[in-house]
């Protein structure tokens, strides 16, 4: 049973009035001090968090505080010892986004939803996709695309109608955002190990801006993109309510 949990919260008055309450019954420790940390908030918080104690090997456990909660668990104060000592661990790993502007600087951002080219002007992007080094389309029209993990499939790609994928799946998804040519493509399913370079076609015509996980970059040139098995992110869930279970009910909803 975990000693030591570190209590964080978004800045919503619901989840800061839920911290101070955890903290007054359980006590505080230092994020690089705990057994666990305890996020408060929504999945936007949750990203957040994630991405603030990767360099730690703690595991997170989320309590929703906020509005959709996927990643999150239900919140409740009285009994938190006894599910933090029953929860089930889910490892999962970012994505690696480098990405070059038109004016040739380099950024590098990483991603544990998905990450996305999206238009940034009044006409259709033009995007051209590599894999692993081979040509697979040469123009993809559209309103943007964007590769996905399964942890993030249930996100921004559900809702672009690209597939859920079972959490322990080792494949991304690869979906076109309101593709216009080919009109009826929409997507791919690649292995986990692929390598994804888009490049933006016409770019100073046809500006794209790029986004890992609402770290936005825009006038793109080109992104590349891979996992990165490298840095695990530990994710704690009640038992019976984790991701693999999540991903499968979401499909029945």
Same mark, same amino acid.
């Given at each position: ?38 996020? @408060?908030?929504? =999945? !936007?918080?949750? %990203?957040? $968090?994630?991405? #603030? ?8 456990? /989320? ?76 123009? @993809?029209?559209? =309103? !943007?695309?964007? %590769?996905? $993990?399964?942890? #993030? ?8 109608? /690209? ?83 999540? %991903? ?6």
């Amino acid at each position: 049973m975990p000693k030591r949990i570190a209590f964080l919260a978004s800045d919503a008055p619901v989840a800061q009035t839920a911290r101070a309450a955890l903290v007054g019954r359980y006590g505080n420790a230092a994020p690089r001090d705990a057994d666990v940390i305890v996020a @408060l908030g929504g =999945d !936007g918080y949750m %990203l957040r $968090t994630l991405h #603030g104690t990767q360099h730690l090997d703690v595991p997170v456990y /989320g309590m929703n505080r906020g509005t959709i909660g996927f990643l999150m668990n239900e919140y409740s104060e009285t009994d938190l010892l006894d599910r933090l000592a029953a929860a089930e661990e889910e490892i999962i790993n970012p994505l690696s986004m480098t990405a070059m502007d038109q004016s040739g600087k380099i950024h590098n951002a990483l991603a544990i939803n998905e990450v996305s080219l999206l238009r940034a002007g009044p006409q259709a992007a033009k995007l051209r996709i590599t894999v692993d080094g081979r040509l697979r389309l040469a123009e @993809l029209v559209c =309103d !943007g695309a964007l %590769l996905s $993990t399964p942890a #993030g499939s249930t996100a921004y790609n559900y809702s672009a109608h /690209g597939p859920i994928l079972p959490i322990g799946s080792d494949v991304l998804a690869l979906t076109a955002i309101a593709a216009f040519r080919p009109r009826r493509w929409r997507g791919a399913l690649l292995p986990k190990t692929a390598h994804v370079r888009f490049d933006v076609v016409d770019a100073d015509k046809r500006p794209v801006m790029a986004d890992a996980d609402s770290a936005s970059i825009p006038d793109i040139d080109w992104v590349e993109i891979r996992s990165e098995p490298a840095i695990r992110h530990r994710i704690l869930f009640d038992p019976g309510h984790g991701l693999e279970e999540r %991903l499968i009910s979401e499909q029945f909803t």
